[in-house]
């Protein structure tokens, strides 16, 4: 197996950063820089311990070391907040099948799409599916990303579930990357229950759920609520037993059709609904009351050639977090830069720069509940930023695949 960066190694990040530019609502609210005004950054013991304006750093911070941060544009760290990183296989025929005029669900219909990975996936060691999804989590670290969510979903059987959720882990550990691990063992039904929904609904909530829960592989827990998946009876089934373990809950909502599941998920205090193309204003008041967050997926959009777009508008004026992530997966997004899809939630579904920055950062963040440790620059936080070669914000989501040569500050690391 490939041999991972020693991630203790890296050079400590503790000193003054300057002087560097702050992009714009991306740093904590009571601090005063201008987005042209040279600012400092202090790390101290691996935390952001004082932010402003270069020419106020407190007297008590001027003898630590000095980093050159050249004038860049600093953000916090990325935040990938839905991925379903770790997989075997690939499934490029489908794409092929798609441009021939077969739909999604088609394709899963005829027991391909989400099957076809789990075959490949049950087929993998552990150290395989490791071996595979490790050069996909560092491209998108490559870009800046500190913190990613990755979900199961292609095990469907209890061995081959624990087995995708250890990868996780071991992939944070390896990489030195917060990874916050998602159950998602009700994303289609394993074709040895064909038939028999409710007894594999059954088996998720009272046997693998709680057993990969114990053995603390479990951060939150996930439903794919759709026609081609499971009801919202089923999804409110997995919720119960996922709150009785004092477990967050998200969904894989309205993505195809609007089965009312975001309404569902906001009752359950869901921390994010995802997709969303076909969220009905029911599901946004309820989303607005739970203090949900809306993830945007724009590459599966993209992907599958969709044409409804999620209702931007009215989440925005429901004041709804709007979050933007990857989706990375092997069928429906295979999208391994979060920048890209800071530039699609604009052109395909109309997000200003700061929102889309804020969707990839701040918003994202929250969709995790991290949003106390990651996705701000604030003093009293882990220290991770990036430090940007760009004149300005925009920038960030304007260029199309260039991946700028950023400088990486991770967990109070500098890991590039
Ligand atoms: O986010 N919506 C369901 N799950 C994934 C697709 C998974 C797959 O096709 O393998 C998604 O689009
Ligand atoms: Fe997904």
């Known amino acids: 197996m490939q041999s ?23 740093f904590q609210a009571d601090v005063h820089v201008a987005a042209h005004e040279p600012a400092c950054i202090v790390v101290d013991q691996g935390r952001m311990v004082w932010v402003g304006p270069e020419d106020a750093l407190p007297a008590g911070h001027a003898h630590l070391p000095r ?10 760290g990325l935040v990938d907040c839905h991925t379903h990183l770790v997989y075997g296989g690939q499934r490029a025929d489908e794409f092929a099948l798609r441009l021939a005029g077969a739909s999604y669900e088609e394709i899963a219909r005829a027991g391909g799409g989400i099957l076809s990975t789990v075959h490949a996936t049950r087929a993998a060691s552990e150290d395989e599916l490791l071996a595979q999804a490790l050069p996909r989590l560092r491209q998108l670290l490559a870009e800046g990303v500190c913190a990613v969510e990755i979900k199961s979903g292609y095990g469907l059987a209890l061995a081959h579930e624990r087995k995708q959720l250890r990868v996780a882990r071991r992939l944070g550990q390896l990489c030195g990357v917060t990874v916050q691990s998602t159950f998602l063992g009700a994303h289609a039904l394993p074709p040895e229950f064909a038939g028999r929904s409710q007894a594999y609904i059954d088996l998720v909530c009272d046997h693998m759920l709680p057993t990969l829960a114990a053995e603390r592989l479990v951060d939150a827990v996930e439903v794919f609520c759709e026609r081609i998946a499971f009801s919202p009876a089923e999804t409110a089934q997995v919720f119960g037993a996922a709150r009785r373990l004092g477990l967050r809950v998200k969904l894989h909502a309205e993505q195809r059709s609007n089965m009312e599941g975001a309404a569902l998920a906001a ?5 994010s609904c995802d997709h969303i193309e ?14 949900t967050v809306a993830v945007l997926l724009p590459g599966a959009f993209y992907t599958l050639r969709d044409t409804q777009r999620p209702p931007i508008d009215a989440l925005r004026a429901a004041g709804i977090p709007l979050a933007v992530a990857t989706d990375h997966n092997p069928g429906s997004s295979p999208c391994l830069s979060l920048l890209l899809m800071a530039n699609m939630a604009c052109t395909l579904f109309g997000l200003t720069v700061p929102e889309a920055l804020s969707g990839i950062t701040r918003h994202a963040a929250r969709a995790l509940g991290l949003q106390d440790s990651h996705g701000l620059i604030a003093s009293g936080r882990p220290a991770n930023f990036v430090l940007w070669p760009v004149q300005q914000a925009a920038e960030l989501a304007y260029w199309l695949g260039q991946r700028p040569a950023c400088r990486i500050v991770r967990q109070g690391r500098i890991a590039a």
């Open 4 to 26: 991972p960066a020693a991630f203790p190694s890296l050079p400590c990040a503790d000193g003054r950063w300057q002087p560097v530019r702050l992009a714009p609502d991306l």
């Open 278 to 291: 076909h969220l009905s204003a029911r599901g946004i008041a309820a989303m607005r009351s739970a203090g």
């Open 267 to 271: 009752r359950h205090g869901a921390l």
């Open 67 to 76: 980093h050159d941060g050249q004038g860049q544009l600093a953000t916090p």
